[in-house]
């Protein structure tokens, strides 16, 4: 996307979460959309702020008990620490991933865990273990394949390549 696309995703989250927190419909929805805040903040180069939204799509997810946007906050919060910090971040990466993928485990989410794994291969490749970045993409492919996701399944295959 270009920056002015993640301007455009950025106003129209912003707007969507204000509905939703001053009407208070669609409440289940608001950890979801925190999440999604949080990885437009990302790709826009806003490190902190991303940090902190998926932080605080987490605790959303916790106080409405709502496991599987906690599953997918996690997952953001994976994506934006991998995104800002790399190799140095690995531990907190790795902990937001373990989290992640329990709660996918726990909920019956399968279609989250070919993206844990993408995130898990990305983590390794950050860290130089091509050996764990290749076993954790051959796991996402197959998981992509069982979900009924050929097209990714086929885009991770030729990052195997």
Known sequence: ML???????ASAGEQSLAIIRESRTGVSDEAFKVL????????QGKASLARATAEEAIALARRHH???????AHLALAR??????????????ASALARALALAEETGAAAAEPFIRLEEARLAQATGDEVTRQRKLG????????IGAPLRAEQVARELA
């Open 36 to 43: 999604g805040l949080a990885e437009v903040y990302l790709h």
């Open 139 to 146: 796991a996402a492919q197959r998981l992509f394949t069982t």
């Open 3 to 9: 920056n002015e696309e993640w301007n455009e995703a």
């Open 80 to 93: 934006v620490l991998l995104g800002t910090e790399g190799a140095r971040g690995a531990s907190a990466i």
């Open 66 to 72: 709502a496991r599987l946007a906690e599953c997918y």
